[in-house]
């Protein structure tokens, strides 16, 4: 069990270092596609209706809404998969596993979002962002990880892996509570009824993993149209699909399947079409606007100082233990790479602003100024810490 526990991590390891290089390079080609010759037709093809009116609220389909409401759906039924896995049988399937890394989160969260706030003044246009620098992308910052080479040891990438985990499970629920409006009662029961049907499909011990995709696919409809983001359909279809021990349960086999087109299509995609923003007009004083800062300094600041400080604070109360192997500088090194929100921040930033494009360019240049400097400077650390 221990051997085949080892294989799954590590290629889940392997998986989202390439996958967050791959990202590093689509965000960087959106930025460029967003300043150059090129740039009208980036945003024109971004914006293209190719497809019905699946919800009133949406409107026609874009090539844009297909990335950020279906196929980020996929990308939640990933991160559901792994949150399972881990659960049922993985770095968080006891009280003691889970002590660190809930406690690691749940600071990395909160302190980013009461920094934004305190340097935002809690202003009302932008009172709704202060989830945006609550996130970690996972695949960036192991990306990053990556790039520092193996003198990291293993103990502190399975930390990174597992706080990112606990992280996008309170993002998730930050989604579901915080970014839904309007509930359409009778999409919201059809909702409800696919997933007890898909419940009751693994009750009936149903080991086939397609009928659960067909059931998937039901339940995004129903939740597009019901008011709740349509990328929580991905979570809820993965609590139901049947866990078990070995890599032939429905669950691994799912996630084996999605993971490299995750990692390597689906991730970058969204960083492509998400991270374009254009910098005519723009100027260092874009850097200090309130939005732009407050989602900039609570990345960077913020996470850091959450993170690190719950872990040593747990550690002197012999609350829980460090990662083992590790020198406070390298854990320190860690807590700066969780301040790459990227993905996760994007994608919240879109929630947090529906249809405001200028305040969605702020959010942007916030998250790229965040994510690179705490990528840079955690990457730094890890390099010269010993």
Not at 3 to 10: A, L, M, V, Y
Not at 152 to 177: N, Y
Not at 259 to 270: G, N, T, Y
Not at 281 to 298: D, E, Y
Request: glycine share 10%.
């Amino acid at each position: 069990m221990a051997g085949g526990k080892r294989s799954i991590i590590e290629a889940f390891l392997a998986d989202e270092a390439a996958g967050g290089i791959v990202l590093i390079a689509a965000a960087a080609l959106a930025m460029i596609a967003a300043n150059s010759p090129f740039a009208n037709t980036y945003f024109h093809l971004l914006h293209t209706e190719t497809g019905p009116v699946l919800s009133p609220k949406l409107g026609p389909m874009t090539v844009h809404l297909w990335i950020n409401d279906a196929l980020m759906a996929v990308f939640f039924l990933l991160v559901g998969l792994e949150i399972k896995r881990e659960l049922v049988g993985g770095e968080l399937a006891t009280a003691e596993k889970r002590r660190l890394p809930v406690i690691a989160a749940v600071a990395g969260m909160a302190v980013p979002a009461l920094l934004y706030i305190a340097i935002t003044g809690g202003a009302a246009e932008v009172r709704s962002g202060w989830a945006i620098p609550a996130a970690t992308d996972i695949a960036f910052a192991i990306g990053v990880l990556a790039l520092a080479g193996p003198r990291v040891p293993a103990s502190l990438k399975l930390f990174l892996t597992t706080v990112a985990i606990v992280d996008d499970m309170g993002a998730v629920a930050i989604i579901a509570l915080f970014y839904t409006h309007g509930l359409a009662l009778a999409a919201l029961g059809g909702a409800a009824a696919v997933a007890v049907a898909m419940i009751a499909l693994n009750r009936f011990g149903v080991k086939t993993w397609w009928p659960y995709l067909i059931g998937f696919a039901a339940l995004w409809y129903f939740v597009l149209l019901s008011g709740v983001h349509a990328t929580i359909a991905g979570v809820v279809a993965a609590m139901a699909i049947p866990g078990g021990a070995g890599e032939n349960s429905p669950l691994h086999r799912l996630e084996h399947m999605l993971s490299p087109w995750v990692a390597f299509a689906i991730v970058p995609l969204f960083g492509f079409a998400n991270a374009g923003v254009s910098l005519a007009g723009m100027c260092l004083a874009t850097l200090a606007q309130p939005l732009v800062l407050g989602i900039a300094l609570a990345l960077l600041l913020g996470k850091q100082a959450g993170i690190f400080a719950s872990v040593r604070l747990a550690a002197t109360f012999k609350i829980a233990q460090p990662p083992e192997g590790a020198s406070w500088a390298q854990i320190y090194g860690i807590a700066l790479l969780c301040g790459v929100g990227f993905t996760m921040s994007l994608f919240i930033g879109g929630l947090a602003f529906p249809g405001n494009e200028a305040m969605i360019d702020q959010v942007k240049v916030g998250v790229l100024a965040g994510s690179i400097a705490s990528a840079l400077m955690g990457f730094a650390v890890l390099k010269i810490a010993r």
